[in-house]
């Protein structure tokens, strides 16, 4: 079997906040492993503070890893020097939640979609122009478009052209953070198309950071699900849907509305708040919260094994 485009294992992050006398640890990502093929999108869902997007941050180096390894076709970026990790750069991308706020204000289409080829100095410059009309062929943009500004597009198009600029060093991954998040509902679906369409044109690989679960049902091969700096459950996107093995995703699942009345069934809502990532609860973080939790849940962490081929879950109780 060939080696996945990307393997994270046992990845951690802390942050230390407050100072002495009271300084203290964020846990926010606690030993978290997956591996994600060429041409293949996995989803990283959960609810807010669940260590999501720092996961994709440390992945791509913006932010420094505390522990672990994330071996990007073959180099452990964790261990590479910031020179070494900056000639990889290109080849990993990452597609923030809020367009307008990763474009500068002050630069044209054209000065945006040009400077990753001259940072990365990929093309000789006689060949840039025609690169640059290609993007925005390959992103639903015009050649007109080249001449404005950021403010002079939707939120929509703004995405299209930071997506644009993304797909100028032909990454093989991208790590997109609630890339339609912030845009208006009927507008969503057209930014989750061109991603699709993008990624059977260049066979792009997608870390698809999102709590939106009717997105990641549409677009995800598979899913991996975190709880408190913690992957609770690892499937493949419609058997993970179809029959939720963890009490989290199951609640997670149960929470999103269902439009057909005949269709809608009893829920279990999640009670109770996130707990805190500085003093997280004892043995299965989610105990507190799980109607199924029984003693042993507060003493023991439930270690992440496969229940079934290609299904991954951490819960004392899924047998397999
Ligand atoms: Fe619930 Fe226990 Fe399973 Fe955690 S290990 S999800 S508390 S049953």
């Known amino acids: 079997m060939s080696e996945p485009l990307l393997r994270v294992d046992g990845l951690v992050k802390h942050f230390h906040v407050g100072g002495w006398p ?11 492993s997956f591996v994600l093929d060429r041409g293949e999108t ?6 807010s503070g669940s260590g999501k997007t720092t996961v994709g941050r440390c992945i791509l180096r913006l932010i420094e890893p505390t522990d672990g ?24 991308q990452m597609v923030f ?16 979609l040009n400077e990753p080829y001259k940072r990365f100095d990929l ?21 007109a478009d080249l001449e404005k500004y950021p403010h002079n597009f939707s939120g929509g198009q703004q995405q299209r052209i930071a997506v644009a ?29 061109l991603f699709q369409e993008l990624q059977r044109q260049f066979n792009l690989a997608y870390l698809l950071i999102s709590h939106d679960l009717s997105v990641i049902r549409h677009v995800c091969n598979r899913v991996a699900v975190m709880y408190l700096g913690r992957l609770v459950e ?15 995703t199951q609640a997670l699942i149960d929470a999103v509305p269902i439009p057909d009345p005949a269709m809608r069934h009893e829920r279990t809502p999640l009670k109770g708040e996130v707990p805190s990532l500085i003093s997280p609860p004892s043995g299965c973080h989610f105990h507190p919260r799980c109607p199924l939790a029984v003693d042993r849940c507060q003493v023991e962490v439930p ?13 004392h109780l899924v047998e397999g």
Request: glycine share 6%; hydrophobic share 45%; charged share 25%.
């Open 22 to 32: 009271q300084a203290q640890v964020v846990h926010a990502v606690d030993g978290v």
């Open 123 to 143: 093309l000789p410059k006689d060949q840039v122009r025609g690169a640059i009309l290609q993007l925005l062929a390959d992103t639903g943009l015009q050649p």
């Open 165 to 193: 600029r993304t797909l100028a060093p032909k990454p093989d991954l991208m790590v997109l953070d609630e890339p339609t998040a912030s845009l208006d509902v009927s507008v969503r679906m057209q930014i989750i198309d």
């Open 97 to 112: 939640q809020d367009p307008a706020g990763s474009l500068n204000p002050r630069f044209s289409v054209w000065r945006i």
């Open 69 to 92: 390894q994330v071996i990007f076709d073959g180099h452990d970026l964790v261990r590479l020097s910031a020179g070494e990790v900056r000639k990889l750069r290109p080849r990993m």
């Open 303 to 315: 270690t992440l094994r496969t229940v079934e081929p290609d299904w991954d879950v951490a819960c």
């Open 234 to 248: 690892v499937a493949p996107a419609a058997d993970l849907f179809a029959h939720p093995k963890h009490p989290y």
């Open 42 to 47: 996995l989803g990283l869902v959960g609810e």
